[in-house]
């Protein structure tokens, strides 16, 4: 078993059991695609799902999916009082909803809020906002094919933002990861002299800037964001870039490890974004057992 060397850590058996019942449940499309021709094999893998993962057709939908989600996240150790997740709104795409601050496993209807293009509050009714909603605002500016980010402090992921090694994908269930996950410097944009924190959309943009089209950036010292196209998949990537860290790191005591090419990244990630459901399900029915909705 992993170590993670913080007080999420008495969450860590939960997260590694859910991802081993997904591993196991996420083997039997492969195997039946393995049936067909090699050239159709991973199409076959993501075609009956592919539909599942399209993002909630309804601003309500989408902030019920996101309750969801930060009480799923919260439930695997992915974040504990800290961190945050948002999704895009389906009625105004230049708006987002994303909670007040407050520990993400004990967010509640009334804790939603709209924020606007610039990540003020359409309507804050006295309730106090992330500092780092700029993190979520600049990226959703940016990028149009993102529907929803997770930002967060894992432990396990913050060893590969402070030195030389590249959180790169070990394992199948990380072919998202690019082949160099990129890492946001917040010097290059602030100076030595700051605060570690996004807490403007000029330090939003710059994280922004490098993320670039990958799904998930290291933020130096701090944590960092994961997008999705739907706040399934954000999440999904948000637990299996947490896992792929721990793995790589001890992968990494025992000698070089063999990561995943470029070609067999993205044919496992294709057949995963397929079948996102099956591994969200299971973590919803865990997150689901205590959550106050």
Not at 55 to 83: C, K, M, T, W, Y
Not at 142 to 152: A, G, L, N
Not at 162 to 180: D, E, K, S
Not at 250 to 257: I, Q, T
Request: glycine share 6%; hydrophobic share 45%; charged share 20%.
């Amino acid at each position: 078993m992993f170590k993670n060397h913080c007080c999420a850590g008495r969450h860590m058996p939960v997260l590694l059991v859910s991802v081993l019942v997904a591993v196991a449940l996420l083997t039997v499309t492969p195997a039946l695609a393995a049936q067909a021709t090699p050239q159709k094999a991973v199409a076959a893998a993501a075609a009956p799902q592919a539909a599942a993962v399209k993002p909630a057709d309804s601003d309500e939908q989408r902030i019920q999916e996101l309750i969801l989600a930060n009480h799923i996240i919260a439930d695997l150790g992915v974040v504990d009082g800290f961190g945050h997740v948002s999704v895009r709104s389906f009625s105004n795409p230049s708006h987002y909803f994303l909670a007040k601050s407050k520990a993400p496993a004990l967010i509640t209807r009334e804790d939603i809020m709209e924020f606007d293009e610039n990540s003020e509050p359409v309507d804050a009714q006295g309730r106090t906002p992330y500092l780092e909603r700029f993190i979520h605002g600049e990226i959703y500016r940016v990028r149009p094919d993102v529907q929803s980010v997770v930002h967060s402090h894992s432990p396990a992921v913050i060893p590969f933002g402070v030195t030389t090694v590249a959180l790169r994908p070990i394992m199948h269930m990380a072919g998202f990861l690019p082949q160099t996950t990129p890492v946001f410097e917040i010097r290059n944009a602030a100076g030595d002299d700051n605060g570690i924190l996004v807490s403007d959309r000029m330090l939003g943009a710059a994280l922004a800037k490098s993320l670039g089209d990958a799904p998930v950036a290291l933020m130096r010292g701090h944590g960092s964001a994961v997008v999705g196209p739907s706040i399934r998949v954000a999440v999904f990537r948000a637990v299996y870039t947490q896992v792929n860290a721990q793995i790589e790191a001890e992968a990494l005591k025992l000698g070089p490890p063999v990561f995943l090419n470029a070609m067999e990244a993205a044919k496992v990630d294709t057949a995963n974004r397929g079948n996102v459901n099956r591994a969200w399900d299971i973590w919803a029915s865990h997150a689901s057992g205590g959550a106050k909705k």
